[in-house]
């Protein structure tokens, strides 16, 4: 729960504003939150982000600003890189980048020129990011892109991904995704990046807390540069880090960050960000980190046995994608909106190899992952309960075309009891015990 005094201060100013904050809170407690890259930051956490810092500006970096007072914000912000140096074992830490696109932006910018840089990375329906080239994105505009995708059993094969990057010589190879729920192997990408003479980028938003607590192998040292969210897996922040392996490398990406792509950065964000690197580097983190693991793999198994079509056959992360067409014959869309309605909020995700019917907006698969129900305090025993809560509901719904103002349910009253235990499973954890 937020703190109480900073509750009240605002429930005497502002009662609508107070209001909505409280109902977010409930939800957040009420519901089972799957959504793989999202988190409940702890209390210390949210208390760095209402202090003082936020109140400072500070363009430049420290030592370098372009403002008088940083007395303190020089040392908050070579603290936290300090932090994220010794957590992850790379020798330099970028932590201005507001968020995941931003800093992904400011690397690409730093090593290409628009319209002549080449970049090879994921593409987007079979687990990559908006930022990894997609033509919506201007990554996908301004860059040259390559994409490459799984094989036919849903997993990334590094001898065609090698034979790709030969062929096409990015200059930027980039791995790390955001629907992929196998291990990613980072000597090899790093290997073939030094083969086309690319710099190698990994994108660990998603599992950048893993790596902290040891629960995926660590990019160090074989790719050249890391981005990596704050908030996903690390449960820190709304903000993102940067680590280069030589110092070039970070000075280059250091100019791109500011002044190549924005103005003063969100000091209460870097103070967040260095609690949650505090809270990564103790025993119980690594506890949690490897629950996450834990709890995403015997979901994945439940659900198989159950007959859901598990992508790639199950997960060696946090998250997992569901192909509920193959299994049920029905689009994910539908999926997530009922699943949403008995309190279960994850979303509908393009999978690899889907049907010929898949589209961005109306695809074949779900995404769950169990970042969120780990910090509550669920384990393996609570994930069984939650796969025959998921299934039951999967199984309620109506396959083919529904009439508008037509019930998705085949029958309304097992949604409702299937609410209820959701209630009743979401509320017997706090919203934090890690
Ligand atoms: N696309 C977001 C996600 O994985 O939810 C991350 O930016």
Known sequence: MLDQTILSILKEQDQQLFDLVLREETRQHEQIRLI?????????????????????????????????????????????????????????????????APANLGVYTAFLKPFEGKIMAMRLDHGGHLTHGSPVSVTGQWFEILSYGCNEND????????????????????????????????????????????????????????????????????????????????????????????ADMMDRIDKAVFPGLQGGPHFNTIAAIGVALGEAASPAFKDYSHQVVANAKKLGEELKVRGHH?????????????????????????????????????????????????????????????????????????????????????????????SEGESAWKDDDEAVTIAAAVRELATSFPTFAW
């Open 155 to 246: 997993v990334l094969d590094y001898e065609e991904i090698r034979r790709q990057a030969l062929e096409f010589k990015p200059d930027v190879l980039v791995c790390g995704y955001t629907a992929y729920p196998r291990l990613i192997d980072f000597e090899k990408f790093g290997e073939i990046a030094r083969e086309v003479g690319a710099i190698s980028l990994a994108d660990v938003s998603h599992i950048a807390g893993l790596i902290a607590g040891g629960a995926h192998p660590s990019p160090w040292p074989h790719m050249d540069v890391v981005t990596f969210t704050t908030h996903k897996t690390l449960r820190g922040p709304r903000a993102a880090i940067i680590l280069a392996k030589d």
């Open 310 to 402: 598990v992508v790639s056959g199950g997960t060696e992360n946090h998250l997992l994608l569901l192909d509920v067409r193959k299994s049920h014959k029905l689009p994910g869309k539908r999926v997530a909106v009922a699943l949403e309605e008995v309190g279960i909020v994850l979303n509908f995700n393009t999978v690899p190899n889907a049907s010929d019917r898949q589209k961005p907006l109306f695809p074949d698969g779900i995404r769950l992952g169990t970042p969120s129900i780990t910090t509550r305090g669920m384990k393996e025993t609570d994930m069984v309960r939650l796969a025959s809560l998921i299934d039951r509901t999967i199984n309620n719904l109506k396959t083919g075309k529904i």
């Open 36 to 100: 793989p890259s999202e988190n409940y930051a702890s209390p210390a956490v949210k208390a760095a982000l209402a202090t003082s810092f936020t109140n400072k500006y500070g363009e430049g970096y420290p030592g370098r600003r372009y403002y008088q007072g940083q007395v303190n914000t020089d040392a908050l912000e070579l603290m936290v890189i300090e932090r994220a140096k010794a957590l992850f074992g790379y020798p330099h830490a970028n932590v201005q980048a507001l968020s995941g």
